[in-house]
């Protein structure tokens, strides 16, 4: 048990993920970095110099590795503050619950449909389309939970130089993209709201999102 803010991230290795637990951890809440690959979040987590923060294998698609890892955070913490759904995944609440789904302007119906928009053009039909499914499992369950005091919001980072897709961060630079540290402010604003109240938005560091 402990009295710091437990805040789990998945996907926690590298890219956006990583750089949210520096960040959080840097704040004092104590940090839980899923990895799917065990070794490579235990590399992240040496390199970065991050003895304090837990690793635990979880890969979002499969149920036996979440319910590992809810069991390992039972055990270990006995609460669960804040989950970054920064892979994917659903888990559960305990003081300052909120969830933050890693969501994205790609997944903007509204963005879809308008010729002015920066993503009109874009064509990546599946990834769209799992980003507007969560966005609508944002929008259902925060009104699911609105009379309870736990928060549901998504994010979107814009675009952002990792190793996302595939290419290499200097690649995505060159088309545009942002830093990490850009790209996981509006989450950290989320993350360290101490009031708690956002629910059921999509935003990100320019303002709301058209969903
Ligand atoms: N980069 C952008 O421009 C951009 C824009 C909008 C939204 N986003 C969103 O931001 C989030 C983070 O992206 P990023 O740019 O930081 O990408 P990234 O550098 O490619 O990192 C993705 C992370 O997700 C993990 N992951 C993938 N599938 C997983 C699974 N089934 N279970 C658990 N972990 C899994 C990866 O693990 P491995 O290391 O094992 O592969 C990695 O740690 C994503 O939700 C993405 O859709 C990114």
Do not use: C
Request: proline share 2%; hydrophobic share 40%; charged share 15%.
């Amino acid at each position: 048990m402990t009295n710091k803010i437990v805040t789990l991230v998945t996907g926690g290795n590298r890219g956006m993920g990583l750089a949210l637990i520096k960040a959080l951890h840097a704040q004092g809440q104590q940090l839980i970095m899923g990895s799917r690959d065990l070794a490579k979040g235990r590399a992240a987590v040496e390199v970065a110099h991050l003895s304090d923060v837990t690793v635990v294998q979880l890969d979002v698609t499969d149920s036996q590795s979440i319910q590992a890892a809810v069991n390992t955070i039972q055990n270990q913490y006995g609460q669960l503050d804040i989950l970054i759904n920064n892979a994917g995944a659903a888990f559960d609440h305990h003081q300052r619950p909120s969830l933050i789904n890693i969501s994205s302007m790609m997944g903007s119906l509204t963005n879809a449909l308008d010729p002015q928009s920066s993503v009109y053009h874009a064509s990546a039909i599946g990834y769209q389309a799992s980003k507007a499914a969560l966005n609508m499992f944002t929008i259902q369950l925060a009104k699911e939970l609105q009379t309870t005091n736990i928060t549901v919001n998504a994010v979107d980072p814009g675009m952002v130089a990792t190793e996302f897709g595939g290419i290499t961060p200097e690649l995505a630079s060159q088309h545009g993209a942002k830093s990490i540290a850009h790209g996981i402010q509006r989450t950290i604003d989320l993350a360290t709201d101490t009031d708690n109240t956002t629910t059921g938005t999509f935003s990100n560091t320019d303002g709301p999102v058209a969903w």
